[in-house]
């Protein structure tokens, strides 16, 4: 179990969706739920991606468990938007998720 003082930081799920207009069709992120939850940085690398110096932070985010939740969601939090990785259902006993989440380019 998670105790209720580490989950510090607040953070927003967003979901993926469509809208259409006369110029076409665009992909939108529309607020989901909102989670407490501890957020963590772990690792953090310069990378080269298509002659573009630029950098890749991963956090790592214990919360409280939700079946709802899904890697194709995103995560907003205090200090930027991630997309999420993965999810571990911690030793399956459906009390703990443990999200491994990457920053977006400028971290909008």
């Not at 006369?22 to 739920?33: H, K, Q």
């Not at 110096?53 to 200090?79: C, E, G, N, P, W």
């Amino acid at each position: 179990a998670l105790p209720a003082g580490s989950l510090r930081h607040q953070g927003t799920f967003l979901q993926q969706g469509t809208t259409s207009d006369v110029s076409g069709t665009s992909i939108t992120w529309t607020d989901y739920c909102t989670a407490r939850a501890s957020v963590d940085p772990f690792k953090g690398a310069e990378v080269i991606k298509a002659g573009i110096d630029t950098s890749q932070v991963f956090i790592t985010v214990k919360m409280r468990y939700r079946d709802d939740v899904d890697a194709s969601m995103r995560l907003r939090a205090q200090h930027g938007t991630y997309i999420i990785q993965c999810i571990e259902n911690l030793l399956e006993r459906n009390r703990v998720l443990v999200l491994t989440c990457l920053a977006l380019g400028a971290n909008e």
